[in-house]
C-alpha cells in the first residue's frame, strides 16, 4: 500500500513499512556490506549505472544471502505504489525468512525511488489536507524536473530488472509483487518469460484492470467490515456505526471545525476538507489492524470525540516511502489516461468515497502532462503462479484475479478472510509461499487459511477489550504500577 496521508492517501502501496537505514561497510567480492532498519543480517549492496542524460541513475541493489546457498533461484521483491522503494520491504523480507534459509531474497529499487534518486517532490510525513496546495507543489516539481519525469515509466523498470538479473548472473529469478509491484511483475512475465521461473502476486493489480477505480472496492471492504463487526459481541455493541459515519460524511463540512490537528490534538487551523475524511476511511480499511479501530471511531464520533478518528490519521501519516513524482509519472501515464468519465461515475455511485481518491491524480496529472503509454493485450503464460488476496481489500480486490487473469494457465489463488490489502505476513501465509516455491506445480493445501481471523476490534481508549476492573482503575489512575 507507505502512505501519503490528507489529500495524498496510498496510491497503491502498502501498509506501513520500516523507514531504510543503510551503513556502508567492507566491500566482499565487488559488494558492499550494508544494513536495513528492521533487518538484522548484513546484506551484500551495490549500486550499477543504468540509462543516459536525463534518465542516468545509480540503481541501488540489496542481497539477503541464502544462508544454506543450494543452488535455488534467488526470490527478487517488487514494491508497490507505484513509488515505493524495494528497500521498505523489511517486514516482507522477516516474513520469508525460511525462503531465505534456502535461497537469495534481492531488493532492487526502481529509478526515481528509495537509494535510486528517490524523486518525491518533498512530499514529507505531515498530514495535507489542501489539494490545491498539493497541486501546486507538484506543478513546481514537475517544471523543476521535466526532463526526469518524462522517462519513468513501467517498460523501463521492467527492462531494469532484467540488466540487473543479467549484472548479477542468475540465469532464472522468482517474482514476488505486492500491489503496483504485481503489475510490474506481470509485466516481467510478458516481456522476459524465459528469465523468469514462478511468480508470486500479493494484492494483484492485473495488467488490463484500471485500479485507481477503487471506490467500489473500497465499499465492499467497508460493508464486509460492517458484516464481520456485527457478528462480534464487543463490536456489535456499538450499535449501528455505519449509519453514523454516512451521516457524518454528509454534514461533515459544518462538523469539521471539531476536527484536532492529527499530530498534536489542537484547534486546527486549516480547512478539513471532506475528501480527507473519505480517504481516512479508505486507508483505514488496509489493514485489518486499522480497520478494527473505525467502528469505536466513528462511534467517539458521534459522542462528540473526536481525538480517536484525529489519531487514526496520525497513525496512518505518510512514513516517507513513497517517491511522488515517480507515482505521477507512472500514474498519469499508464492509469489515468485512459480511464473515462463514465467508467469513473460508475464506480463512485453509491460509495462513501466518491471521487476523493481518484480526483488526487486527476488534479496531479494535469500538471504532470508525460505521453500515454499503453501496455498491449497479454499474451498467454504458463508459468507457476500463486495469487494472494485479501477478502476485504480495499483497492486490489479478490476477485480481480477471477476477472483479469485468464492468460495465467498455472495459477492458483488463496483469498485470505478478512485480508486487506497486502497479506503476505498474516498467519500461515509465509510457510505457504515457502511450500509453493519448493513445488511449484503441485497442489497445495490452504486449509490454513480459515484459521486466520481479524484482530480484535477496539473496544475503547485501550484498543481491545480489556478486564474491566483492571480498566476502571487505570481510568481512575488507581492501579498500581506494576
Given at each position: 500500500?507507505?502512505?501519503?496521508?490528507?489529500?495524498?492517501?496510498?496510491?497503491?502501496?502498502?501498509?506501513?513499512?520500516?523507514?531504510?537505514?543503510?551503513?556502508?561497510?567492507?566491500?566482499?567480492?565487488?559488494?558492499?556490506?550494508?544494513?536495513?532498519?528492521?533487518?538484522?543480517?548484513?546484506?551484500?549492496?551495490?549500486?550499477?549505472?543504468?540509462?543516459?542524460?536525463?534518465?542516468?541513475?545509480?540503481?541501488?541493489?540489496?542481497?539477503?544471502?541464502?544462508?544454506?546457498?543450494?543452488?535455488?533461484?534467488?526470490?527478487?521483491?517488487?514494491?508497490?505504489?507505484?513509488?515505493?522503494?524495494?528497500?521498505?520491504?523489511?517486514?516482507?523480507?522477516?516474513?520469508?525468512?525460511?525462503?531465505?534459509?534456502?535461497?537469495?531474497?534481492?531488493?532492487?529499487?526502481?529509478?526515481?525511488?528509495?537509494?535510486?534518486?528517490?524523486?518525491?517532490?518533498g512530499i514529507d510525513g505531515e498530514v495535507h489536507m489542501d489539494l490545491d496546495a498539493i497541486t501546486d507543489q507538484f506543478a513546481t516539481c514537475y517544471h523543476e524536473n521535466a526532463a526526469?519525469?518524462?522517462?519513468?515509466?513501467?517498460?523501463?523498470?521492467?527492462?531494469?530488472?532484467?540488466?540487473?538479473?543479467?549484472?548479477?548472473?542468475?540465469?532464472?529469478?522468482?517474482?514476488?509483487?505486492?500491489?503496483?509491484?504485481?503489475?510490474?511483475?506481470?509485466?516481467?512475465?510478458?516481456?522476459?518469460?524465459?528469465?523468469?521461473?514462478?511468480?508470486?502476486?500479493?494484492?494483484?493489480?492485473?495488467?488490463?484492470?484500471?485500479?485507481?477505480?477503487?471506490?467500489?472496492?473500497?465499499?465492499?471492504?467497508?460493508?464486509?467490515?460492517?458484516?464481520?463487526?456485527?457478528?462480534?459481541?464487543?463490536?456489535?455493541?456499538?450499535?449501528?456505526?455505519?449509519?453514523?459515519?454516512?451521516?457524518?460524511?454528509?454534514?461533515?463540512?459544518?462538523?469539521?471545525?471539531?476536527?484536532?490537528?492529527?499530530?498534536?490534538?489542537?484547534?486546527?487551523?486549516?480547512?478539513?476538507?471532506?475528501?480527507?475524511?473519505?480517504?481516512?476511511?479508505?486507508?483505514?480499511?488496509?489493514?485489518?489492524?486499522?480497520?478494527?479501530?473505525?467502528?469505536?471511531?466513528?462511534?467517539?464520533?458521534?459522542?462528540?470525540?473526536?481525538?480517536?478518528?484525529?489519531?487514526?490519521?496520525?497513525?496512518?501519516?505518510?512514513?516517507?516511502?513513497?517517491?511522488?513524482?515517480?507515482?505521477?509519472?507512472?500514474?498519469?501515464?499508464?492509469?489515468?489516461?485512459?480511464?473515462?468519465?463514465?467508467?469513473?461515475?460508475?464506480?463512485?455511485?453509491?460509495?462513501?468515497?466518491?471521487?476523493?481518491?481518484?480526483?488526487?491524480?486527476?488534479?496531479?496529472?494535469?500538471?504532470?502532462?508525460?505521453?500515454?503509454?499503453?501496455?498491449?493485450?497479454?499474451?498467454?503464460?504458463?508459468?507457476?503462479?500463486?495469487?494472494?488476496?485479501?477478502?476485504?481489500?480495499?483497492?486490489?480486490?479478490?476477485?480481480?484475479?477471477?476477472?483479469?487473469?485468464?492468460?495465467?494457465?498455472?495459477?492458483?489463488?488463496?483469498?485470505?478472510?478478512?485480508?486487506?490489502?497486502?497479506?503476505?505476513?498474516?498467519?500461515?501465509?509465509?510457510?505457504?509461499?515457502?511450500?509453493?516455491?519448493?513445488?511449484?506445480?503441485?497442489?497445495?493445501?490452504?486449509?490454513?487459511?480459515?484459521?486466520?481471523?481479524?484482530?480484535?476490534?477496539?473496544?475503547?481508549?485501550?484498543?481491545?477489550?480489556?478486564?474491566?476492573?483492571?480498566?476502571?482503575?487505570?481510568?481512575?489512575?488507581?492501579?498500581?504500577?506494576?
Amino acid at each position: 500500500m507507505a502512505w501519503i496521508q490528507g489529500c495524498v492517501i496510498v496510491a497503491i502501496g502498502f501498509f506501513v513499512m520500516l523507514s531504510p537505514a543503510v551503513a556502508e561497510e567492507t566491500e566482499v567480492n565487488n559488494f558492499d556490506s550494508c544494513y536495513l532498519d528492521g533487518w538484522s543480517n548484513a546484506l551484500r549492496c551495490k549500486k550499477i549505472p543504468v540509462g543516459e542524460g536525463e534518465a542516468a541513475v545509480d540503481l541501488a541493489i540489496m542481497i539477503a544471502p541464502a544462508v544454506n546457498d543450494v543452488g535455488l533461484e534467488p526470490l527478487y521483491l517488487l514494491a508497490g505504489g507505484p513509488g515505493q522503494a524495494a528497500s521498505y520491504l523489511t517486514p516482507i523480507l522477516n516474513a520469508l525468512y525460511k525462503v531465505n534459509q534456502s535461497r537469495a531474497i534481492v531488493l532492487v529499487d526502481r529509478r526515481g525511488s528509495g537509494y535510486s534518486a528517490a524523486f518525491d517532490c518533498g512530499i514529507d510525513g505531515e498530514v495535507h489536507m489542501d489539494l490545491d496546495a498539493i497541486t501546486d507543489q507538484f506543478a513546481t516539481c514537475y517544471h523543476e524536473n521535466a526532463a526526469f519525469a518524462k522517462t519513468l515509466h513501467s517498460r523501463q523498470a521492467v527492462e531494469d530488472l532484467e540488466k540487473v538479473r543479467l549484472h548479477l548472473g542468475h540465469k532464472k529469478i522468482a517474482l514476488w509483487g505486492g500491489s503496483w509491484g504485481t503489475r510490474t511483475a506481470l509485466l516481467y512475465q510478458q516481456w522476459f518469460p524465459d528469465s523468469l521461473s514462478v511468480l508470486i502476486l500479493d494484492a494483484v493489480a492485473p495488467i488490463d484492470t484500471k485500479v485507481f477505480l477503487t471506490a467500489q472496492a473500497a465499499e465492499n471492504a467497508l460493508i464486509k467490515l460492517e458484516e464481520d463487526c456485527n457478528r462480534d459481541p464487543v463490536c456489535s455493541a456499538f450499535g449501528d456505526w455505519r449509519s453514523s459515519l454516512d451521516n457524518l460524511l454528509t454534514h461533515w463540512d459544518e462538523r469539521a471545525v471539531n476536527f484536532p490537528d492529527p499530530h498534536s490534538g489542537n484547534k486546527i487551523e486549516a480547512e478539513t476538507p471532506r475528501s480527507f475524511l473519505q480517504n481516512l476511511i479508505r486507508t483505514a480499511l488496509y489493514t485489518p489492524e486499522t480497520a478494527a479501530q473505525l467502528p469505536y471511531t466513528i462511534s467517539q464520533v458521534e459522542e462528540g470525540n473526536y481525538l480517536p478518528l484525529s489519531g487514526l490519521a496520525g497513525l496512518l501519516s505518510d512514513d516517507g516511502s513513497m517517491s511522488m513524482g515517480l507515482t505521477l509519472s507512472v500514474a498519469c501515464a499508464e492509469e489515468l489516461n485512459r480511464t473515462s468519465e463514465e467508467e469513473l461515475a460508475v464506480d463512485i455511485r453509491d460509495s462513501f468515497l466518491g471521487d476523493a481518491f481518484f480526483e488526487i491524480f486527476a488534479e496531479g496529472c494535469k500538471v504532470w502532462p508525460v505521453s500515454p503509454i499503453v501496455y498491449g493485450v497479454p499474451e498467454e503464460r504458463s508459468h507457476p503462479v500463486l495469487i494472494i488476496s485479501g477478502e476485504a481489500d480495499p483497492i486490489t480486490p479478490y476477485y480481480y484475479a477471477e476477472q483479469s487473469l485468464d492468460y495465467l494457465t498455472e495459477s492458483k489463488q488463496l483469498v485470505v478472510p478478512g485480508g486487506g490489502h497486502i497479506n503476505t505476513m498474516r498467519g500461515c501465509i509465509p510457510k505457504l509461499i515457502n511450500d509453493f516455491l519448493k513445488s511449484p506445480l503441485n497442489s497445495l493445501d490452504s486449509n490454513c487459511i480459515t484459521e486466520i481471523q481479524r484482530p480484535p476490534f477496539m473496544a475503547g481508549a485501550f484498543g481491545p477489550e480489556i478486564d474491566k476492573a483492571a480498566s476502571s482503575e487505570l481510568l481512575s489512575g488507581q492501579g498500581d504500577n506494576k
